[in-house]
């Protein structure tokens, strides 16, 4: 049980308040799709997520600093059991930045739509002809707003972006985003995933300087394909809900709270799939 003050709830993570200079964020098992938290859970999904996440981390610290500090869960929450401590992270208490910042390696998902429609992403013209799920000849940057929860992401232009920001630290977010992605890729694509597209969340420390934050690099904020499969002028299989989204688009339901129950088979496919996930990124099998 966690006595901690609970600060933020969201679709999946829960942020509680340790002091004046950390959180205690912890990643649930709960399953969101279309912007609404289900009836029923993933397995293990939590513990994935934050080693995943823990992973990259680590990977990224010589591009820039990120939340976490070196306090062991236990110190914060006595008493605290295997899941707890896999599932939860002790971080640093951040300002955070009212935008997400998108990467894009490949044309998919709403950058498809949008470029179906305009010939852009972002306000990005793109050449002409693309197919769906292409391979754009550099990634782009592409950031949105930053939703409540209930609320959908909107993708925004990068003056917008200077105007809610500032140009200076807008380019650094973009800079570091972009060298996030393209060490993220290369090390993927060696162990048969494609990431094609994911979000970075960045914050404020209390000198001002710019750190990484939140998730980075999970099934749940970014677009894994299977390289072997993947084939343009398609939309290729994901390491993530898509088996839940694509069952919840066979039912009558608007997308509005509350969300139907999920069948046993389509949560353990998801389960496979965020394990399969964590060992070919990581190189390990999750215990």
């Not at 985003?177 to 290369?186: G, P, R, T």
Request: proline share 5%; hydrophobic share 40%; charged share 25%.
């Amino acid at each position: 049980m966690i006595k901690l003050p609970l600060i933020h709830k969201g679709k999946v993570r829960d942020v509680y308040q340790i002091d004046d200079n950390t959180l205690l964020m912890v990643a649930s098992d709960r399953l969101s799709a279309f912007d609404v938290v289900l009836p029923d859970s993933i397995p293990q999904k939590g513990q994935l997520l934050t080693q995943i996440s823990n992973f990259w981390f680590e990977q990224s610290k010589a591009i820039i600093a990120n939340h976490l500090t070196e306090t062991p869960v236990q110190e914060v929450i006595s008493g605290a059991d295997d899941d707890l401590c896999a599932r939860a992270v002790v971080v640093k208490k951040l300002k955070a930045l009212p935008v997400e910042a998108i990467v894009r390696g490949y044309i998919i998902g709403s950058g498809w739509k949008d470029y179906q429609n305009t010939g852009q992403i972002c306000g990005i013209d793109l050449p002409k002809g693309l197919q769906q799920a292409e391979k754009l000849s550099q990634p782009i940057f592409t950031p949105s707003s930053k939703a409540s929860v209930g609320d959908h992401d909107e993708n925004i232009s990068f003056d917008k972006m200077i105007e809610l920001i500032g140009a200076d630290l807008a380019n650094q977010v973009r800079d570091i985003s972009l060298q996030l992605y393209q060490m993220a890729a290369k090390h993927a694509a060696k162990n048969g995933i494609i990431i094609a597209d994911t979000k970075f969340e960045f914050g404020l420390d209390e000198n001002d300087n710019l750190v990484l934050m939140d998730e980075i690099l999970t099934p749940d904020s970014s677009r894994f394909w299977n390289k072997e499969k993947f084939q343009v002028g398609t939309s290729p299989e994901s390491y993530d809900k898509q088996f839940v989204r694509d069952y919840l688009e066979t039912l009558d339901w608007d997308k509005s709270a509350p969300g139907p129950k999920v069948p046993e088979d389509i949560i353990a496919a998801t389960a496979a799939k965020y394990h399969e996930a964590y060992q070919l990124i990581t190189g390990e099998k999750f215990t």
